[in-house]
């Protein structure tokens, strides 16, 4: 089953002369539980697919249909949250919230959407996590593989059916690294859910299922790794 649809999706940041075609009739479609590694040189467009996926950002033109929802037919309030409880997002930099403690960064979407906090499912992430000793610190207290955890939780909480993550372990040491890398991948394999990786890194790259090759803006390569 295809759980992302990508039709001709372009995209252009401001207008006239300073126009950029950042992303340039993009079409393909991802299967639920298979984990994409997308590549590319820098510039080349893969944050804006990212984006213009997780409902970030709205396309100039083109769909994106998750779970054959078309999602920029969705007005804010629907987009904001089919995001939050469909879309995991990790960045490169965690952009956690610098006030708040762990426990609080980690469960936000849920508040966001005034649900309640699942307090087993709540532990039982903080464990896979190792945060259990963290949880009241606040993010400048935690090391960035620690940093980059809590954010991963954050996507988490809500269940997602997508996890996308753009650069996670960019900003991260091998060992770190490694361990996100393995904890993302134990979520795709353990609860078949559908992960969208970018990366310059590619040992990360040879690990996903497909690859994905963005040049220009365009799609250049599409290689299944493991079928
Ligand atoms: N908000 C924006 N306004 C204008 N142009 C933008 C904006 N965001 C991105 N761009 C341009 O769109 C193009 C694609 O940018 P994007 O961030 O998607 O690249 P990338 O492949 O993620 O690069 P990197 O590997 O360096 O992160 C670039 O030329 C960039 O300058
Ligand atoms: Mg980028």
Do not use: C, W
Not at 78 to 104: H, K, M, S
Request: proline share 4%; aromatic share 4%; charged share 25%.
């Amino acid at each position: 089953m295809d759980i992302l649809k990508i039709e001709h999706l372009s995209k252009i940041y401001g207008k006239g002369e300073t126009a950029v075609k950042a992303l340039d009739d993009v079409s393909f479609s991802v299967k639920k539980g298979e984990f994409v590694a997308i590549i590319g040189p820098s510039g080349s467009g893969k944050s804006t697919l990212l984006h213009m996926l997780g409902g970030v950002d709205r396309p100039t033109s083109g769909k994106v249909l998750v779970d054959n929802t078309d999602i920029y037919n969705l007005n804010e309030t629907q987009l904001a949250i089919f995001r939050r409880r469909q879309i995991g997002l990790i960045y490169q930099f965690y952009n956690l919230i610098p006030v708040l403690t762990v426990e609080e960064n980690i469960t936000l979407p849920l508040l966001l959407d005034e649900h309640k906090v699942d307090k087993k499912q709540f532990e039982n992430i903080v464990k896979i996590l190792n945060l259990q000793t963290r949880l009241n610190h606040l993010p400048n207290q935690l090391s960035g593989g620690q940093q980059q955890r809590v954010s991963i939780g954050r996507a988490l909480i809500s269940n997602p059916a997508i996890m996308l993550a753009d650069e996670p372990t960019g900003n991260l040491d091998s060992k770190n690294s490694s361990e996100i890398i393995d904890l993302l991948k134990m979520f795709n394999k353990t609860f078949n859910q559908t992960l969208l990786v970018i990366t310059h890194d590619e040992r990360i790259a040879l690990q996903a299922d497909r690859v994905i090759a963005i040049e220009d803006g365009r799609v250049a390569k599409d290689e299944v790794i493991r079928p």
